[in-house]
């Protein structure tokens, strides 16, 4: 089946620092979705991409979708403590379908 | 409700037992999904219903898990026979149209199987 994997799978960053991450898959996907996990909760959608190109900013956060439909990255800027969490890149697992495949997660951790 | 609800929020059964996880949807969101997380991975998909009709279930590992959504808000989730494999936190999520690329999560359900 369809996998997404991302990458850096954790990161050990200063508050203050930018980050980026990215999600690559084998297959091309038509719309790319980013999610954050705080412990103990469900995923909560932070941007959305429709279109190959496509570059999408939410306050902070900028992502793109890459040019050949099978990359996507997510840049953070100016980290600040409650940007801790687990990121998940995910999108539907084909045109039409609505079940979305989920990436391999990558955690963001703030050192003191 | 303002969110997508689930209940109960921690289950813990012993291997065999039969559980049902509940999931109160946002009010009139159209579509349904049941997914499930292991540990230190992303969710991965169970089912899907839209309203009432249950129009994927690829997803269910075995024939021990059954979901319905007989009117089309309110959905349950049945495992029988709990394995300790099952031990994991199930999401549902529910979108407001059809093409529901835009879906909203509750806080899941941890079950353990001891």
């Known amino acids: 089946g369809q996998q997404l994997n991302q990458s850096p799978q954790s990161m050990f960053i200063q508050e203050g620092e930018d980050v980026s991450m990215n999600c690559t898959s084998s297959s091309i996907f038509n719309t790319w979705l980013w999610y954050k996990q705080d412990p103990g909760e469900g995923p909560v959608l932070l941007i959305a991409l429709y279109k190959a190109g496509e570059l999408t900013s939410n306050g902070r956060l900028t992502a793109q979708f890459g040019i050949t439909r099978k990359d996507s990255f997510l840049n953070i800027s100016a980290s600040i403590p409650s940007d801790v969490g687990i990121y998940f890149c995910?999108?539907?697992?084909?045109?039409?379908?609505?079940?979305?495949?989920f990436g391999t997660g990558t955690r963001l951790t703030i050192i003191p | 409700g303002a969110g997508v609800s689930q209940s109960p929020r921690y289950k813990v059964a012993k291997r065999g037992q039969d559980v049902a996880l509940r999931c109160d949807p946002i009010?009139?969101?159209?579509?349904l999904f049941w997914y499930q997380q292991a540990l230190g991975q992303g969710p991965e998909f169970l089912t899907y219903f839209q309203n009432e009709a249950q129009l994927d279930k690829s997803g269910l590992p075995s024939d021990r898990f059954f979901a319905e959504r007989p009117e089309g808000s309110v959905s349950t989730l049945k495992i029988q026979r709990t394995q300790q494999e099952d031990s994991a936190v199930y999401l549902c999520?529910?979108?407001?149209?059809?093409?529901?690329?835009?879906?909203?999560f509750g806080a899941g359900t941890r079950l353990s199987v001891l």
């Open positions: 999520a529910s979108s407001l149209v059809v093409r529901g690329d835009i879906q909203y």
């Open positions: 009010s009139g969101h159209v579509s």
């Open positions: 995910a999108g539907p697992t084909r045109f039409g379908n609505e079940k979305l495949t």
